[in-house]
């Protein structure tokens, strides 16, 4: 096996092609483990180089609400009333620890995007 850090744009190129080429190698054989090596490098690489950003609470909410198909009254459980899921929504009211964990156990939102600020600030 020769692999090496990943340091350049050119080296996470050349490893993204190698990692093509391993695709279909099986598991437990060296082919798999180099796969699994590179697979691990491009994440670090891409994860100090590209970082992704989670979504504010209030995007998180209503793109789980979307996938799942949820309405208002489906979140009542997680939020309270209806008036308080509009709040949240629409930003006039911030989420209190224990929507946080609801909607964490319930939806699978992770908890990092509930507890991060909203990109606009409650009145």
């Known amino acids: 096996m020769n692999i090496k850090p990943i340091k350049t744009d050119a080296d996470y190129r ?6 093509e080429s391993l695709m ?26 590209y970082p992704l950003d989670l979504p504010d609470p209030v995007e998180a909410i209503k793109f789980e609400m979307e996938q799942k198909g949820l309405t208002i009254k489906d ?18 009211r911030s989420l209190t620890l224990s929507m946080i964990r609801r909607l964490h156990q319930e939806l699978n939102i992770p908890a990092e995007s509930l507890i991060k600020p909203t990109s606009r600030a409650c009145v």
């Open 24 to 49: 279909m190698a099986q598991p437990d054989t060296p082919d798999g483990e180099k796969l699994d090596v590179l697979v691990t490098l491009v994440e670090a690489y891409e994860s100090k180089h």
């Open 75 to 92: 979140l009542e459980p997680m939020i309270g009333k209806s008036n308080r899921v509009y709040e949240i929504l629409n930003r006039k």
């Open 14 to 19: 050349a490893a993204l092609k190698e990692i």
